[in-house]
């Protein structure tokens, strides 16, 4: 049986279908024609993660665990999981295949980039909690939060992209909330949902999601 370069976890449902479409798209513009990115789809039922999260606990570690350990026995050498914050158990827990981390990726990133010091955008969780800004603190990466009612605000954003309920002067003002803060140091999205429906085009914002889903076609296309 031929090895599939690639499995993903399916979680969240618009942001897992972020994901696939981006791995669809960039696959096709790598190969043309007809082409879809060849992966396997391990789909979890994502209400029995997500009521567990943010925190991490043994509870949610068995719960992922189930899931990490159907994808052990897959064919795959690389795996894709479409939510940051889960990534937190992910570290947990003892995982043969390569995860493309978004963190690790994002942080090779920053620094090829020679940024010293960067905004955050997220949850509000994540903002504020240690598991992000202490890896890039450690890689002598300087974190600037945005303003508490802006935090508020990203996850507003956050919460009606993930219900689907945004509208477009939602996302206007989230757009020019990244434009403003991006002419001071660059952003980095470290949220699924924030990823859907980022501005386009702005070179002072990093989007983890990306990273993961650019690091994972340039593997199948190896």
Known sequence: MPTNKLAVLGLGSRSTLYYLS?????????KGDYSTCPFILLNADFNAINSLLPYTSNELDKAVE???TEIENLNAEHLLIPNITLHETIDR???????LHPISLSIKKIKDNKWDKVIL???????????IN??????????SLPKEEDMRF???VRKHIYNDTETPELIEKYHLLINTYSKKHPVILSCTELSILKPKGNKNLLDMADVQIKQAIKYILE
């Open 93 to 99: 827990l003892n995982i043969s295949k390569n995860v």
């Open 22 to 30: 981006e791995l669809n798209r960039l696959y096709n513009e790598a």
């Open 154 to 156: 990203i996850d507003d």
């Open 134 to 143: 202490y890896q890039l603190n450690s890689n002598g990466i300087e974190i």
């Open 66 to 68: 189930q899931y990490t």
């Open 121 to 131: 955008f997220g949850s509000f969780f994540s903002m504020n909690a240690s598991y």
